[in-house]
């Protein structure tokens, strides 16, 4: 799909529903462009179309991340009509709409080939470049070629042109950095929500937008002069907006900081909040530097969190598809090693700690039944002589120093039950952890060969020279007869 199409094909509808959608859509996006434009003029700040608070930015690049690059005609008789019905002249309001238009294609362009487009929420990377690349960058393209059309239409006095150009710049910028992730936060939870961060309790939603309220009417909603009224206070709204963003991600960062930038832009307009003390042009464009900061550091707070959160959850999801892996494979094993009779153990020669597996347990003549076992226990059932020499291999292996991992030569020794039968069983030492280069881990393997030992016992009396006739081999099964005639001598 090409990055200036940001609507599922397969989602668009075809013929006459899909001409009624775009006259919808358009309808919708002009009004919404409109009316929040006239209320942004309402602040205008040293000309009549400059504005320090420009929500209509922030509402045409979430529509066009939303939606589809179709839209911009909408935008474009938005910021027309805004502009036409402040000034009166045909002319700079063109002007003026083809650089807020030209600023939401720019904007919504850069957040979908740099920032996620739609998840730029999603991390702190995509938020970061959201804010310099859709914030900062595209609104020069609005406030160059509007300052340009103010001015060429003598609007607007050559010698104030940077007077007018950062104000205009700012409240673009910060329009987009506050008002399009609101919206696509919205958009977001109630469509494909983003993975949840945590189930909190009902009244936390509503006691941390009540107490982020409370402060910021604390701060904001005072007489500039009042005791503790100066710049220190504003700074007790930032706890709970942090909260939120921590607590319930994007949508909770920019509805907190939405919350504060009203009751702040409303308190400073009518001469109350810290912003007040200066003249009301310089404090808007003080007061949006102030929550611009806010709202940047609540996105890229609530985008750390749910990153990892996300990391989390699949780091989860891995780990138990690791763990019905492993089950299964260690389920496998043990069969293979239950049908052939071989059981493994281990040793840890600092806690003297022995495991055994379940197939060492029966091969030892214990059944299904389980106990705790440490050395003395492993061996009581091996013939003392051989008990012996087990026990010295276990301490050469575990005096050497070779620093390296080994597997020594497979021994056979004499299991001796208490109802007197006696199997032999075949085993294996291997060095498996080596800590400063000598062994402190073992692990081994038994095999119960008692019916081959049994078969090689025979053998080797057939092969003596008093072996009895070949018509009284007993038991021995007669598939191995061939081969023990044919066996070299």
């Known amino acids: ?56 930015t922030g509402i045409a690049i979430a529509a066009l991340l939303l939606g589809d690059f179709s839209l911009w005609p909408a935008i474009f008789a938005g910021a027309f009509l805004v502009n036409l019905t402040t000034t009166g002249d045909v002319t700079s309001s063109l002007g003026i709409a083809t650089g807020n238009t030209l600023e939401a294609v720019v904007g919504a362009y850069l957040a979908l080939r740099f920032a996620g487009g739609k998840r730029l929420l999603a991390t702190p990377r995509n938020v970061a470049v959201f804010a310099l690349l859709s914030g900062f960058l595209a609104a020069t393209v609005a406030a160059t070629i509007g300052t340009t059309s103010l001015t060429l239409a003598h609007l607007a006095a050559p010698s104030n042109f940077f007077g007018v150009w950062g104000p205009w710049w700012l409240g673009d910028a910060i329009g987009a950095i506050e008002v399009t992730p609101l919206i696509l936060a919205v958009a977001q939870g109630f469509g494909r929500p983003y993975p949840a961060l945590s189930v909190p309790a009902r009244w936390e939603p509503f006691g941390v937008g009540a107490v982020t309220v409370a402060l910021a009417l604390v701060v904001f909603a005072r007489p500039p002069t009042t005791a503790l009224g100066g710049y220190p206070l504003i700074f007790l709204v930032v706890p709970p907006i942090i909260w939120a963003a921590v607590r319930f991600g994007p949508l909770g960062a920019v509805g907190s900081v939405s919350a504060v930038s009203v009751i702040a832009i409303v308190a400073t307009v009518t001469g109350n909040g810290p ?6 042009g310089v404090s808007l464009v003080a007061l ?9 550091t609540a996105l890229l707070v609530a985008a750390e969190v749910l990153q990892h959160h996300r990391l989390e959850s699949e780091l989860n999801h891995t780990r138990k598809e690791l763990q019905r892996m492993l089950q299964e494979r260690t389920a496998q094993l043990d069969a293979a090693k239950s049908l052939a009779a071989v059981g493994t153990w281990s040793y840890e ?46 301490r050469g292996v575990l005096a050497s120093s070779e620093g390296r991992t080994v597997s020594l030569p497979e021994h056979r020794y004499r299991v001796e039950f208490p109802n007197g039968e006696r199997r032999t069983v075949l085993s294996q030492i291997a060095v498996t952890v080596i800590e400063n280069g000598r062994p402190v881990r073992l692990s081994g393997t038994v095999q119960d060969i008692s019916e081959r030992q049994r078969i090689e016992d025979e053998l080797r009396r057939l092969r003596s020279p008093d072996a009895p006739d070949p018509g009284k081999l007993g038991d021995i099964p007669m598939w191995m007869i061939p081969w023990m005639d044919n066996s070299p001598q």
Do not use: C, H, Q
Request: glycine share 10%.
């Open 288 to 296: 949006r530097i102030f929550i611009g900061s806010l709202a940047i």
């Open 349 to 394: 020669a600092g806690s003297e700690k022995v495991v055994w597996s379940a197939e060492m347990y029966r091969i030892l003549g214990y059944g299904d039944a389980r106990f705790p076992v440490d050395l003395e226990k492993s061996v009581e059932r091996l013939a003392p002589a051989d008990r012996i020499v087990f026990l010295e291999e276990l």
């Open 275 to 280: 912003f007040a003390t200066l003249p009301l």
């Open 1 to 56: 799909m090409e990055p200036w199409r940001t609507e599922d094909p397969g989602r668009v509808p075809n013929g006459r529903g899909r001409w009624v959608r775009l006259a919808l859509s358009l309808l919708v996006l002009g009004a919404a462009y409109f009316l929040s434009g006239k209320v942004g003029l309402f602040l205008a700040v040293g000309n009549a179309s400059v504005s320090a608070v420009w929500p209509p």
